[in-house]
């Protein structure tokens, strides 16, 4: 081999400081007769990616106690869409990680000056279990309000619906967002034969006084940051909404 054909590659890995980030994700509840909860990857994706960068993560739900993948999002249902989720497969069999999923910490437990950032996962609970949930609401606020980052995909997105800052007005007003579209509500709809939920982000998102909800294609991966508020379409864009979150936090 001539020398004119060697080539020499370095490469050296991103030091970060080491943070603290809170996951949310929505207790058990019921949809149209359905146990749902929240969607796997958009929780375990970023809690690999965050911890991965040398990030603590810490596991809540508003109740506090056992969790639930929903079944759709669980790699663990016989015959399910998503039986190759590798990173959920292994985050609920992992004897630490997993554990969590039993016993996630109640909000009414946190201190949001423990933490840089929340993350807050989308699935079936969170239109039901977050909506009237104003201690949740608060804690959001609070987050945004002291500086810190506040993410949120899918349906998690939907608190932007009703978080109001201690001026009375909403988080979302002003702000550029994303969430789960009213398009690819009709494609779950249809793949259930039913429409599961009542209402969706998208058509409330307009009552939203100045919100700036934005959104993409059915299915395509979209992420949008507008200052320390930072969302995500849909499960498709639980890793670059993630990856927004940590440079972000490299920011801070």
């Not at 146990?35 to 810490?58: I, K, N, Q, Y």
């Not at 016993?103 to 993350?119: G, K």
């Not at 609070?142 to 980052?149: C, D, L, P, Q």
């Not at 550029?176 to 579209?181: Q, R, Y």
Request: with cysteine; hydrophobic share 40%; net charge negative.
């Amino acid at each position: 081999m001539a020398a004119s054909d060697l080539r020499l590659e370095t490469r050296l890995g991103a030091r970060r400081k080491p943070r603290r980030i809170l996951s949310i994700v929505s207790n058990t509840t019921e949809l149209k007769g359905i146990p749902v909860g929240f969607f796997a990857e958009e929780m375990t994706r970023a809690f690999l990616m965050f911890t991965e960068a040398g990030h603590r993560v810490d596991l809540a739900s508003p109740a506090g106690g056992a969790v639930m993948y929903d079944t759709h999002s669980d790699p663990r249902t016989p015959g399910g869409a998503y039986t190759d989720d590798l990173i959920s497969l292994g985050f609920v069999n992992h004897p630490r990680f997993g554990a969590m999923l039993g016993d996630t910490l109640p909000i009414s437990a946190v201190r949001v000056e423990d933490y840089d950032a929340v993350w807050v996962a989308g699935g079936g609970g969170p239109l039901l279990t977050f909506r009237d949930d104003v201690s949740l609401h608060a804690l959001i606020a609070s987050f945004y309000e002291t500086g810190r980052i506040v993410a949120l995909i899918c349906h998690g997105s939907a608190l932007l619906l009703w978080t109001r800052l201690s001026n009375g007005r909403f988080l979302a007003e002003g702000r550029k967002w994303t969430g789960f579209t009213d398009a690819e509500e009709a494609a779950v709809n249809a793949a259930f034969g039913m429409t599961l939920n009542d209402y969706t982000i998208e058509s409330e998102a307009a009552r939203v006084a100045g919100s700036g909800y934005v959104r993409r294609g059915p299915d395509e991966p979209f992420a949008i940051r507008d200052g320390r508020l930072i969302t995500g379409q849909q499960q498709y864009s639980s890793g670059i909404t993630a990856e927004l979150v940590l440079e972000a936090l490299d920011e801070a």
